[in-house]
């Protein structure tokens, strides 16, 4: 005896799905179960991001000092406070 798959019973050997022995009834065949299998594929899709780069120039006050020099000579002493008619003959004490 074979296993008979499609009607779940053992009949005698050569018996095929289609084929009923004298005291089997024949295999009920229904309408097929469509099973969706969902199958993806990745394509590319370019995204485009655009970014915009603004300088802003911001002046702002940075103090730099100046120191402005001025020179003067004077003369001090007891030459300084001769007056010029005086000083002229004047020599140096020894």
Do not use: D
Not at 18 to 24: K, L, T, Y
């Amino acid at each position: 005896m074979a296993y008979n798959r499609y009607c779940n019973q053992v009949g005698p050997a050569g018996v095929g799905p289609n084929q009923a022995g004298p005291n089997q009834l024949g295999p009920v065949v229904t309408a097929p179960t469509q099973v969706y299998n969902q199958v993806y594929h990745p394509q590319m899709l370019p995204v485009i991001h655009p970014i915009e780069v603004i300088n802003q120039h911001h002046i702002v006050p940075v103090p730099k000092h100046y120191f402005p020099v001025t020179v003067k000579n004077e003369c001090c002493g007891p030459i300084g406070r001769i007056s010029r008619s005086s000083s002229r003959g004047m020599r140096k004490s020894r």
